[in-house]
């Protein structure tokens, strides 16, 4: 069963950098798709980063450039690596996790099975 716990959110200002972790053990005998979600108060849930069973990462544009996602397959952890922080990147950060073989950027989240419960990034001006 996979069930993603995210860690590492937290306060930061405009400019800074923050790495998010999630723990997600996922069966790598099957096509698989990892992603960082994201949701602001009032707005819809937005898919930012996406990497699939191959190592293939694709990403958002409001995100391109500035923001990493990465695998580390050894200890089944999740990373997103944000950089240039806004004060318009504040949300609850939500890691999940589909089985599958799509994984692009546009893919809804309600394709997506498994969910954490969120993390909270602050970006202050």
């Known amino acids: 069963q996979v069930q993603p716990v995210e860690f590492g959110g937290g306060s930061v200002q405009t400019g800074g950098a923050l790495t998010l972790s999630c723990a997600a053990s996922v069966d790598t005998n099957q096509n698989y798709c990892l992603a960082w979600f994201r949701q602001a108060p009032g707005k819809k849930r937005e898919g930012l980063a996406f990497?699939?069973?191959?190592?293939?990462?694709m990403y958002a544009d409001s995100v391109k450039d500035r923001f990493t996602i990465s695998r580390d397959n050894v200890n089944n952890t999740l990373y997103l690596h944000m950089n240039s922080l806004r004060p318009a990147d504040s949300a609850i950060y939500y890691c999940t996790a589909r089985y599958g073989a799509a994984c692009i950027v546009g893919l809804s989240g309600d394709a997506f099975k498994y969910w954490g419960r969120g993390t909270q990034v602050t970006v202050s001006s």
């Open positions: 990497i699939n069973n191959h190592g293939a990462t």
